[in-house]
């Protein structure tokens, strides 16, 4: 247990020195998002997901993300999933992330998902195992990948929904999750802590295979490279939207 304790106290130090090295960029975000579950059989699902994420409101781009998946459903309560995803990343803020302009990535992804539920409140954990290959934009060509830059990333997402309304005509609920996102490997740069999202968010059931949500984001990024010896947090607030298909 001690060491437990003197774990906790080096990161709470690490923080404390690290929040004066650091150079706050705020920016104000959308996402709209589609997600959705097509059943093969019991045991099998294929998941597929699009989300259009915009910077100043809907005004710029800053990523485009596509992901599929095929789903193992283990028991009612335990699923594992194997995935791609493909996305693309555009300069914004004042320390853009694509510095030297849109850059591509791939992704190939693991996850276990577990689903419980106490009384009313349902809630899900999900790990997720991420491959990444991000592509190096040649400096001064908008359209040149030059090379690609390999790392590991692991994610942990907790998400607590319950009902508020719960009538026959009508249903209401409300979620909140939070997930941490944590970079490995050689490739990774100045920050392992990638970034955390906090999300807040509102949630109606049209009928058993359509659902609909709307709420809160807030997305703390920790850039991997740094800027005169700084390093680059960006503050990311703003609205989700998202429609749930199960088909």
């Known amino acids: 247990m001690k060491y437990f304790f003197l774990f906790l106290f080096s ?3 690490f923080c404390t020195y690290a929040q004066n090295d ?3 960029d705020n920016n104000t975000i959308a996402w709209a998002q589609v997600f959705s579950a097509i059943k093969l059989n019991k045991k099998f699902d294929v998941l597929a997901e699009y989300q259009w994420r ?3 409101g809907f005004k710029y781009w800053q990523q485009s993300l596509a992901r599929t998946a095929l789903q193992y459903n283990i028991n009612t309560q335990v699923s594992a999933a194997v995935g791609y995803g493909w996305i693309l990343t555009f300069p914004y803020g004042d320390y853009p992330i694509a510095n030297n302009g849109t850059f591509p990535e791939h992704r190939i992804y693991e996850q276990m998902q577990l689903k419980n539920a106490f009384g009313k409140l349902a809630v899900n954990q999900r790990l997720r195992v991420e491959q990444r290959w991000l592509g190096k ?3 001064g060509d908008e359209r040149e990948i030059e090379g ?3 790392s590991n990333r692991f994610r942990y997402l907790l998400r607590l929904q319950h009902p508020i309304i719960n009538s026959e005509g009508f249903n209401l609920y409300t979620a909140v999750g939070d997930e941490v996102f944590v970079s490995a490997g050689k490739n990774v740069g100045a920050n392992t802590f990638d970034q955390n999202r906090l999300m807040l968010q509102l949630g109606s059931k049209l009928n058993k295979n359509i659902a609909f949500e709307a709420g809160y984001i807030k997305q703390t990024l920790f850039q991997s490279r740094r800027v005169d010896n700084h390093t680059i947090v960006q503050n990311n607030d703003g609205l989700t939207l998202a429609l749930l298909l199960t088909l």
Do not use: C, E, H, L
Request: net charge positive; proline share 7%.
């Open 11 to 13: 990161i709470g130090s």
């Open 22 to 24: 650091r150079v706050q």
């Open 54 to 56: 915009r910077v100043d």
């Open 137 to 139: 934009r040649k400096p």
């Open 148 to 150: 690609w830059t390999y």
